[in-house]
């Protein structure tokens, strides 16, 4: 009788062990207990907005600008312009206003600055939320430009730039106050997030 009490408690304990330790069933993982590793998903964009550019009077400037807000909070610029001066550097910059109805752009108000600080070319930290420094036209005037910022948001609370503009001027940014000495707009487009 003590024999099989103790046999009892020993097959009792082994099987509270033996449960106890069983690997838990992965919810992820897919029925019919097939052994595949899930493989964790790139991070996603919080946000991203565009802006189609159209020319300004007189000129023949145009294409788009994409803006995407990143987990880590940064946002990637990418522009691709056409109908620029060739072989010159062009200030792209955020204006104020999402308005380029007048017909030199001048309805798109100053650079945006909500922060209040002075101008400058990036990476110069503090500068208007609106700098995003100079593109580069090739020969045929065209120009492919990436940029990377922590000054602004898409609809976040840092300087969200969703229904502002974006203004591309006919000379280069050479970072002087009060906004760069970059001559006319050449280009104009609201920035319309998605």
């Known amino acids: 009788m003590i024999r099989h009490r103790h046999t ?6 082994l099987t509270l062990f033996a449960f106890g330790c069983a690997p838990k069933q992965d919810a992820q993982a897919p029925a019919g207990g097939a052994d595949t590793a899930v493989t964790p998903a790139a991070p996603a964009a919080v946000a991203s907005a565009s802006a189609d550019l159209s020319a300004t009077q007189g000129n023949t400037a145009a294409g788009s600008v994409t803006f995407t807000e990143m987990p880590d909070g940064t946002v990637r610029v990418v522009a691709d312009l056409t109908g620029l001066t060739p072989g010159q550097q ?16 001048s309805s798109a108000g100053s650079h945006y600055n ?7 070319l990036p990476p110069t930290e503090p500068r208007h939320a609106g700098d995003l420094g100079n593109v580069t036209a090739d020969a045929e005037g065209k120009a492919h430009y990436e940029i990377t910022v922590s000054n602004i948001t898409i609809r976040g609370t840092k300087n969200p730039i969703d229904g502002k503009a974006v203004i591309v001027h006919a000379n280069p940014d050479d970072g002087g106050q009060p906004v760069g000495n970059a001559g006319g707009r050449v280009a104009c487009g609201v920035i319309v997030g998605r």
Do not use: F, I, Q
């Not at 009892?8 to 304990?13: D, P, Q």
């Open 90 to 105: 062009h200030a792209m910059h955020v204006h104020e206003n999402g308005d380029c109805s007048a017909p030199d752009a």
């Open 8 to 13: 009892a408690l020993a097959l009792a304990a």
């Open 114 to 120: 909500p922060e209040k600080h002075d101008h400058a």
